[in-house]
C-alpha cells in the first residue's frame, strides 16, 4: 500500500501570481516536502532524568525557546518547554530513539502521517508569513522554530535558511490543504513557483 501526500489534490507545478516578467531566481518557491519522519518527545513533569546525556545522531536536545539543534539529516525543533520536534530523512532512528527514551520519563509518539509540509523558498518567504501570523518574523534567524497560526491555522515554522529564506511549514494534515491554499494565495502578490 502506498501512502496519499497530504496536498495530492491541490499542489501542481507552475507558475502563478505576478510572475510575468520577474527572473525566475525571485519567485517564491512552494513544494511540499513528503516522506520525512518525524517524532514529538515530551518529558514528562515527574521525570528526573538529565537530557545532557541523551542525543540523536550526535545532537543533543536544547529546552531553549525557538532554538533547533541539526546535522545534514536530522533536526530537532524545541516544540515547547521539555517538548521536540525530531524531523529526519532518516527512517531508521526509530529503534535509536525507543532505546535512548524511557517510556516511564517521555512520551514518544510517531508523527509523520500526520503532518502536512509545505516549504517556502525565496526572499519573499517572510513576507508571506506575516500577511497571515501575528508573530514578529523579524527576530527568527537560522535554526529557529516558532509553534503559531495562520489564518487560524496551527503551524509549526522551522527557518533552514535566513539568506534567503527558506521555511518547512507542518501543519495538521486535515488542515494541510487550507494552508496550503492561504500560503499560495499570499504569495500572489510576489509571484510564486510551484514545484
Request: include cysteine; charged fraction near 25%.
Amino acid at each position: 500500500m502506498s501512502s496519499v501526500s497530504a496536498l495530492a489534490k491541490v499542489h501542481l507545478s507552475g507558475k502563478f501570481g505576478d510572475q510575468e516578467g520577474k527572473n525566475e531566481n525571485n519567485l517564491i518557491k512552494i513544494s511540499e516536502i513528503k516522506n520525512l519522519f518525524i517524532m514529538q518527545i515530551v518529558q514528562y513533569k515527574n521525570s528526573t532524568v538529565s537530557l545532557e546525556n541523551i542525543n540523536i545522531e550526535k545532537l543533543n536536545f536544547k529546552n531553549e525557546p525557538l532554538k533547533v539543534v541539526c546535522n545534514d539529516n536530522t533536526r530537532i525543533l524545541w516544540n515547547g518547554p521539555n517538548n521536540w520536534l525530531i524531523v529526519s530523512t532518516k527512517k531508521d532512528l526509530l529503534k535509536n530513539i525507543s532505546s535512548s527514551f524511557i517510556e516511564t520519563d517521555f512520551a514518544v509518539t510517531d508523527l509523520s502521517h500526520s503532518r502536512a509540509i509545505i516549504e517556502l523558498e525565496g526572499k519573499d518567504s517572510i513576507e508571506v508569513l506575516k500577511k497571515g501570523c501575528p508573530f514578529n518574523f523579524n527576530i527568527l534567524k537560522k535554526n529557529n522554530s516558532i509553534n503559531s497560526s495562520y489564518n487560524n491555522i496551527a503551524f509549526t515554522a522551522d527557518i533552514l535558511e535566513d539568506s534567503p529564506y527558506k521555511i518547512r511549514l507542518f501543519a495538521l494534515r486535515s488542515f494541510g490543504e487550507s494552508l496550503y491554499h492561504s500560503i499560495t494565495d499570499a504569495s500572489l502578490e510576489f509571484g510564486y513557483k510551484s514545484i
